[in-house]
């Protein structure tokens, strides 16, 4: 047996080193280029042992690496991103949002857990490896994004312009966490997305509720009618087409499902409800890792003044499972929203571009095995759950259709850290936690009985 890595620094130390990189506003909807730059510099600086460089996209730039001393072993592409959410409302949080706190067992700061921390974690590791055994033990590229979080808008482009360098035989993810803290997981399923606004135009402008008021239609009222008519009174979606190729939900498939604790009075008094609700005829956990969604997500129109609006927006997002095309979802839920009969006002709706269609990976993939192994030495005694990430992630798709490679994701986040929220944290067990698996994956899949065997591509293997 091969001795394992040494991760010298104290806690304190690694928390020391990390705090520069959250210390980086990288919000990627509305920071200035140069402080995206400052963060995608901030890793290629980390990736200096494999030539790590920032590379201009049509957008925020990506960073990329490649340490390729390995010939005979698999190839492997690191996928993360430094970009992060907004804030939200300052006065939720804890401590200012990009300065990393320690706060008893976890550290807090935007970005913590959702990117930066996973992508660190996996810096590390390869440091280590180099630093104390000379090599890694497999070749190794490495791509960051900062447009994750709006979409990875540009990511297509650069990877279809580039998908010879980027070639490899599995991309691992950083991003994208683990269930809950209370078992190791895997995420073999990601749910897709589409968005789109529905826009109610009435008057040419906004008009005096007292001059103007029962006199003409209101946009609001209008709008609210329009969105209520997206589903039943039971939560089910009421728009034709909308589960048009979902296979039906097998009888072992739900048992499988009804076999994994989960709580459901637990799990509404965490939300502070009193009651759950959804599409009927579904347990809490099928209509999360199984169903489709559609949610709206925003009103915008009017204030508290007495003013008939001129216009009201809604936003709609839906989450999207195995089966559903993206661009029939869109297009059913636009025939349904132009078909309301709503009288003096007019309805436009605009989807967004960029869906994203479900991505799975087979829970008898290698990379699974191999990283249901590497999670069983770290936590021994705890069972590891396959599970599903009811959010999206751009890019697994994309990975499989260019570069004809699975995702396997393999954060050490935690869908419980606020990720998106104010006081955003990640536990700091996690760290080390992270690093020792994320060691005895890269040793699994480059020998012995999880060995990835590397693809052939044009009589070449990578």
Same mark, same amino acid.
């Given at each position: 047996?091969?001795?394992?890595?040494?991760?010298?620094?104290?806690?304190?130390?690694?928390?020391?080193?990390?705090?520069?990189?959250?210390?980086?506003?990288?919000?990627?909807?509305?920071?200035?280029?140069?402080?995206?730059?400052?963060?995608?510099?901030?890793?290629?600086?980390?990736?200096?042992?494999?030539?790590?460089?920032?590379?201009?996209?049509?957008?925020?730039?990506?960073?990329?690496?490649?340490?390729?001393?390995?010939?005979?072993?698999?190839?492997?592409?690191?996928?993360?991103?430094?970009?992060?959410?907004?804030?939200?409302?300052?006065?939720?949080?804890?401590?200012?949002?990009?300065?990393?706190?320690?706060?008893?067992?976890?550290?807090?700061?935007?970005?913590?857990?959702?990117?930066?921390?996973?992508?660190?974690?996996?810096?590390?590791?390869?440091?280590?490896?180099?630093?104390?055994?000379?090599?890694?033990?497999?070749?190794?590229?490495?791509?960051?994004?900062?447009?994750?979080?709006?979409?990875?808008?540009h990511l297509p482009a650069y990877l279809r312009e580039h998908a010879d360098e980027?070639?490899?035989?599995?991309?691992?993810?950083?991003?994208?966490?683990?269930?809950?803290?209370?078992?190791?997981?895997?995420?073999?399923?990601?749910?897709?997305?589409?968005?789109?606004?529905?826009?109610?135009?009435?008057?040419?402008?906004?008009?005096?509720?007292?001059?103007?008021?029962?006199?003409?239609?209101?946009?609001?009222?209008a709008l609210g009618e329009i969105l209520a008519s997206l589903h039943t009174a039971?939560?089910?979606?009421?728009?034709?087409?909308?589960?048009?190729?979902?296979?039906?939900?097998?009888?072992?498939? $739900? !048992? &499988?499902? #009804? %076999?994994?604790?989960?709580?459901?009075? /637990?799990?509404?008094?965490? =939300?502070?409800?009193?009651?759950?609700?959804?599409?009927?005829?579904?347990?809490?956990?099928?209509?999360?890792?199984?169903?489709?969604?559609?949610?709206?997500?925003?009103?915008?129109?009017?204030?508290?003044?007495?003013?008939?609006?001129?216009?009201?927006?809604?936003?709609?997002?839906?989450?999207?499972?195995?089966?559903?095309?993206?661009?029939?979802?869109?297009?059913?839920?636009?025939?349904?929203?132009?078909?309301?009969?709503?009288?003096?006002?007019?309805?436009?709706?605009?989807?967004d571009e960029g869906g994203v269609p479900a991505y799975t990976i087979p829970a008898?993939?290698?990379?699974? $095995? !191999? &990283?249901? #192994? %590497?999670?069983?030495?770290?936590?021994? /005694?705890?069972?590891?759950? =396959?599970?599903?990430?009811?959010?999206?992630?751009?890019?697994?798709?994309?990975?499989?259709?260019?570069?004809?490679?699975?995702?396997?994701?393999?954060?050490?986040?935690?869908?419980?850290?606020?990720?998106?929220?104010?006081?955003?944290?990640?536990?700091?067990?996690?760290?080390?936690?992270?690093?020792?698996?994320?060691?005895?994956?890269?040793?699994?899949?480059?020998?012995?009985?999880?060995?990835?065997?590397?693809?052939?591509?044009?009589?070449?293997?990578?």
């Open positions: 047996m091969v001795d394992m890595l040494s991760f010298d620094p104290t806690d304190a130390e690694y928390i020391d080193e990390l705090t520069d990189y959250v210390a980086v506003p990288s919000v990627s909807r509305d920071a200035t280029p140069e402080t995206m730059r400052s963060a995608a510099e901030w890793l290629a600086a980390q990736l200096s042992f494999a030539d790590g460089r920032v590379v201009p996209t049509e957008g925020h730039p990506v960073v990329r690496g490649d340490w390729l001393g390995a010939p005979d072993a698999p190839t492997i592409l690191v996928y993360g991103h430094y970009d992060v959410q907004p804030t939200g409302d300052l006065a939720e949080w804890r401590i200012p949002p990009f300065e990393l706190t320690v706060d008893g067992d976890v550290i807090r700061g935007r970005g913590v857990t959702d990117d930066k921390g996973p992508v660190f974690i996996v810096l590390k590791v390869a440091q280590a490896f180099l630093a104390q055994e000379g090599a890694l033990p497999l070749n190794v590229k490495f791509l960051f994004e900062g447009e994750e979080e709006i979409g990875s808008p980027l070639a490899a035989d599995l991309v691992i993810s950083a991003d994208g966490a683990m269930w809950r803290p209370t078992e190791p997981s895997l995420s073999i399923a990601s749910k897709g997305l589409v968005t789109l606004d529905v826009e109610v135009t009435g008057a040419n402008g906004d008009l005096h509720s007292g001059r103007f008021g029962g006199t003409v239609a209101n946009p609001v009222h039971d939560g089910r979606v009421a728009v034709d087409g909308f589960y048009d190729g979902i296979p039906e939900l097998t009888e072992e498939r $739900r !048992a &499988a499902i #009804a %076999a994994v604790p989960f709580d459901d009075d /637990g799990y509404r008094a965490g =939300l502070g409800l009193d009651e759950l609700f959804g599409e009927a005829g579904y347990s809490t956990l099928e209509r999360l890792w199984e169903r489709p969604t559609l949610e709206i997500n925003g009103v915008r129109a009017g204030g508290k003044y007495t003013v008939i609006p001129h216009v009201a927006t809604g936003h709609v997002s839906c989450r999207l499972v195995p089966g559903q095309r993206p661009e029939r979802v869109l297009q059913a839920i636009t025939d349904h929203l132009l078909a309301q009969k709503v009288s003096g006002v007019r309805v436009t709706v605009r989807p008898d993939h290698p990379a699974i $095995r !191999a &990283a249901s #192994a %590497a999670l069983a030495d770290v936590y021994p /005694g705890q069972e590891v759950l =396959l599970a599903v990430i009811a959010g999206t992630l751009p890019a697994t798709a994309l990975f499989e259709e260019v570069l004809s490679a699975k995702t396997l994701f393999f954060s050490f986040s935690t869908a419980d850290e606020n990720l998106h929220a104010p006081n955003e944290f990640m536990r700091i067990s996690r760290l080390r936690e992270g690093m020792r698996a994320w060691e005895t994956l890269w040793r699994l899949l480059a020998d012995g009985p999880h060995r990835l065997a590397p693809v052939v591509r044009d009589g070449v293997a990578s």
